[in-house]
């Protein structure tokens, strides 16, 4: 059987082998913060890319605008 001598002995040894639950808290804590961190990173560049989205169709329909007014890129003149 076990004595108090040898368990003291064996958690001595092992102590930096194994991780202790402050080491896992700790753990996870980083990886929790690391995730909020990513987290926002994301909505943030989500929220960018609507608003480019955004632009975008404006600047189509301004384009689409210009092309009915200006066919071929160019003026419509009247014949002379």
């Not at 909505?43 to 301004?62: A, C, M, N, P, W």
Request: glycine content about 4%; aromatic content about 4%.
């Amino acid at each position: 059987m076990l004595t108090q001598k040898d368990i003291d002995f064996l958690k001595d040894e092992l102590k930096d082998e194994f991780a202790t639950k402050d080491d896992l808290v700790n753990i996870k804590d980083e990886i929790i913060t690391t995730l909020d961190d990513l987290a926002g990173k994301f909505q943030k560049f989500g929220d960018e890319l609507t608003l480019i989205g955004r632009r975008v169709s404006v600047h189509t329909d301004q384009i689409e605008k210009l092309e009915k007014i200006h066919p071929k890129g160019r003026h419509s003149q009247a014949s002379v």
